[in-house]
């Protein structure tokens, strides 16, 4: 299991160039008239034609070799526990899996799965700290995990959101996965959260295994969670009309996952892009869970959205990365100066029948990834996951 300390950001300057196609992640403006990208102590320092750079003697150079390049993806939806290992399915090493599918900064929807979950409040309140310690002092793989998201159960009081911000707490469980699932409790259990700088997520829809509940649209909209978690179910979506009124009556992020209902998925986005509102989709697995891990789920995702959803698949790929950022308060998800140098390099698959790789997304196959960076450090080259980029980036040393 490859564990580290969370170390700093690579020192230096590396500088990346020939890059084919520079996908920003920021909807307004999906891909960039640039080839080269200056990385400095971690971050992205200026992105733009190879000969507008600022000179930068001595650093490291990548030649990308034509491949794209996009923010490393986001999983916003993942049930972590410890280390890099998943209790549901008794598996290893997931997490390292999911940074060869391009995924860079996870995000935890609560570390459920843990054996013997505690559901007292003093016992949800520990776990929480604890699963937020383990993984900003842990990278696992050089992935960023948020995680430390307490479960919801009832007789919670304000001061234990206070208590949990003050510990660094900054995510919540998804609601309904606990005691509190009428929209009432968990709405002002929601707002103290809020209050106190915690972010919320709600389950929707039908209950994702025996002991969970149905969460349906009337809960969804009194609870009013900062994201509407797996609007299109997990694995159980709510009837189509419902998911298309959540996305209309709601202003909150809407979130899709893979470990869902692929249909309401494409409903789901439909219904944001006809209301003008792409800006609030952002993308997750859901996984570990039932169907297992899936760590091409992300590049699924904007595979499924473009070829059957009609998403342009440079948009897609903004609702896995700058959407996320935007709406997580992260400071990677997006190609510009001051973001963490957190990236993919990725290409047409071989063989693929598409013209050059956003085509060959739109036809429904996923690109293949050539190198993985986080905070301008390489975690992995051609990954042993995707199928072969034609074109794989080369590091050249200084
Ligand atoms: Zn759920």
């Known amino acids: 299991m490859a564990v580290e300390a969370a170390a700093g950001p690579a020192k230096g300057r590396t500088v990346v160039r020939n890059i084919g196609l520079m996908l920003s992640g920021d909807l307004g403006r999906p891909i960039l008239d640039a080839d080269a990208i200056l990385i400095e102590d971690g971050r992205i320092a200026a992105i733009g034609r190879l000969k507008d ?238 169907s297992g891990v899936q760590p091409l789920g992300i590049l699924r995702m904007i595979s499924l959205l473009s070829s059957l959803g009609g998403i342009a698949p440079e948009l897609a790929v903004c609702m896995a990365t700058g959407n996320t950022a935007r709406i997580r308060n992260l400071d990677s998800g997006l190609l510009e100066a001051g973001r963490a140098a957190d990236l993919v390099f990725m290409d047409r698959a071989q063989h693929s029948a598409g013209r050059d790789m956003l085509d060959s997304i739109r036809l429904g196959d996923i690109p293949g990834i050539g190198m993985v960076m986080v905070d301008g450090a390489m975690r992995c080259g051609r990954s042993r996951n995707t199928p072969p980029a034609e074109r794989v980036p080369e590091p050249l040393g200084h």
């Open 53 to 290: 750079l600022p000179d930068a003697p001595g650093a490291a150079v990548i030649d990308a070799r034509g491949c794209a390049v996009a923010p490393g993806l986001v999983d916003s939806h993942v049930h972590p526990v410890f280390g890099d290992w998943t209790p549901r399915q008794n598996q290893l090493g997931w997490i390292e899996s999911f940074l060869n599918g391009g995924v860079t900064t996870m995000i935890s929807a609560g570390e459920v799965h843990l054996p013997g979950r505690p559901r007292d409040i003093v016992g949800l309140k520990a776990l929480a700290i604890a699963a937020q310690r383990s993984f900003a002092n842990a990278r696992i793989a050089g992935a960023k995990v948020l995680a430390g998201a307490p479960v919801l159960e009832q007789g919670m009081v304000e001061s234990d959101f206070a208590d949990l911000a003050a510990a660094g707490v900054t995510l919540l469980g998804e609601v309904g996965l606990g005691s509190v699932k009428a929209g009432y409790e968990a709405r002002e259990m929601v707002a103290w959260a809020r209050k106190h700088g915690i972010q919320s997520t709600i389950h929707t829809g039908g209950p994702s295994i025996p002991g969970s509940g149905l969460i349906d649209k009337d809960t969804v909209l009194e609870a009013d969670a900062d994201i509407i978690g797996h609007i299109n179910g997990g694995h159980t979506a709510l009837p189509e009309g419902h998911v298309c009124e959540l996305c209309e009556r709601s202003t909150r992020a809407i979130e899709i996952v893979h470990n869902g209902n692929e249909k309401i998925a494409i409903a789901a986005v439909q219904a944001a892009r006809d209301l003008g509102q792409l800006h609030r989709v952002i993308l997750g697995t859901d996984s570990p869970a039932g």
